[in-house]
């Protein structure tokens, strides 16, 4: 494949995983860095050896040798960077969500096809090799008919009133916040390995922390769990801490979970259950290289990654051989190779979530802020 350049926009937490999984292609160059903050840019290039720092897109955007961009900030500036990136001819991968509304998302998914650029909207989480083996196993009829899809996205990182970070403000975050951040991840998975869709739900979500102590340095996110007491600024808060949802998938599966970002000792514990009329498998991404596998009239197991037993399907997606974990960061990776490959051929079919993923769960989210508002069921079938 001929060497491609791109641009990291961004210099947090995100910004620095991106530019990780980005050098690990081996056939991608990261040609700059862009942040608010030049101090903050310079100091994420110069660790990586990326020869431009900015603060201006703009600046980066006008650069002809640049094939893509990376948006990876603040949920707000999603939609406005990457329309300026498509303006500018640029392929784009946005982090999620998408954009922090859905006719922000749908906005965008006209732009990327009328310009014919690739688009990715970052859900990587379906990228993990047992996630693919529970899909793979899905689409062989191992699973049966998928009756019952049910989990959680549980986090601590916000238990403490004390603890702060961008998300939560709706100004830099958009109206939602664990849905948006986590719960979007749980939706995509859920329907890219059931197969089906989310075609009605009902949500209840709670803000236990009405106030939260704001501190008056910036926090990285999840660094803040390590501040020792200071001086804070005391602010409302009105995006959720916590969210509950039952939905209805497919025409007769149905299913329900739950978002957290306040249930101590669970660090990043999305789990995932599937049960069908042939059997279920269920995943935490805390144990990301095992599945459970159960079965009515015969032994259950649990499968722990190997490429070698794994699905044809699945097979491509695990890379390293059985008893080496492969983790979040390698579904960046997986990812980001699939991406590039497809600006690298035109004909490629894209092997990743689009911009139209991204409006999807911007569909869900509005949806579930919907029905918390009115105490009812409410469709996304036309959504």
């Known amino acids: 494949m001929a060497r491609l350049k791109t641009a990291i926009v961004g210099s947090g937490f995100m910004g620095r995983v991106h530019l990780e999984g980005v050098r690990r292609l081996g056939t991608v160059d990261v040609a700059a860095v862009c942040a608010r903050r030049r101090e903050a840019a310079e100091a994420l290039a110069s660790a990586f050896g990326v020869p431009r720092a900015e603060t201006d897109l ?10 893509a961009v990376h948006i ?16 500018a001819g640029k392929h784009v991968l946005c982090e999620k969500p998408l954009a922090v509304s859905a006719a922000e998302a749908a906005a965008l ?3 990327a096809e009328e310009r014919g650029l690739r688009n990715c909207t970052c859900h990587n989480l379906r990228y993990y090799p047992m996630v693919q083996q529970m899909r793979a196993m899905r689409e062989a009829g191992e699973l049966g008919e998928i009756l019952v899809a049910q989990g959680a996205y549980s986090q601590d990182w916000l238990l403490y009133d004390t603890d702060w970070n961008w998300r939560i403000d ?12 986590i719960g979007s991840h749980w939706c995509d998975m859920a329907e890219h390995v059931t197969g089906l869709r989310i075609t009605e739900l009902a949500a209840d979500l709670q803000t236990f922390h009405r106030k939260r102590k704001r501190p008056k340095g910036s926090i990285e996110t999840f660094a803040g769990k390590t501040l020792a007491p200071g001086d804070y600024t005391e ?10 949802v039952m939905f209805r998938m497919g025409s007769d599966a ?14 990043n514990r999305l789990s995932i259950e599937i049960y069908g009329t042939r059997g279920s498998v269920a995943w935490n991404q805390e144990r990301p290289d095992q599945l459970w596998i159960g079965r009515r009239d015969a032994n259950n197991e649990v499968l722990v990654k190997d490429p070698s037993l794994m699905n044809a399907n699945a097979r491509p997606w695990a890379e390293l051989p059985g008893g080496h974990v492969e983790g979040y960061n390698d579904t960046f990776k997986q990812v980001f190779r699939r991406f590039y490959r497809s600006i690298a051929d035109p004909d490629a079919e894209p092997e990743y979530p689009r911009f139209a993923d991204g409006l999807r769960q911007m569909d869900l989210i509005e949806a579930a802020l919907e029905s918390h508002r009115t105490r009812a069921w409410v469709s996304t079938a036309g959504r």
Do not use: W, Y
């Open 254 to 267: 149905r299913g329900s979970f739950t978002v957290s970002q306040v249930s101590a000792g669970c660090k």
């Open 58 to 67: 703009a600046a980066v955007l006008a650069d002809p040798s640049l094939d």
């Open 235 to 244: 602010v409302e808060i009105g995006t959720e801490d916590f969210g509950a």
């Open 72 to 87: 990876c900030t603040p949920n707000a500036r999603h939609a406005p960077m990457a329309q300026a990136a498509i303006g």
């Open 170 to 181: 709706p100004e830099e975050n958009g109206p939602s916040r664990a849905l948006a951040d």
């Open 109 to 111: 998914v006209r732009a």
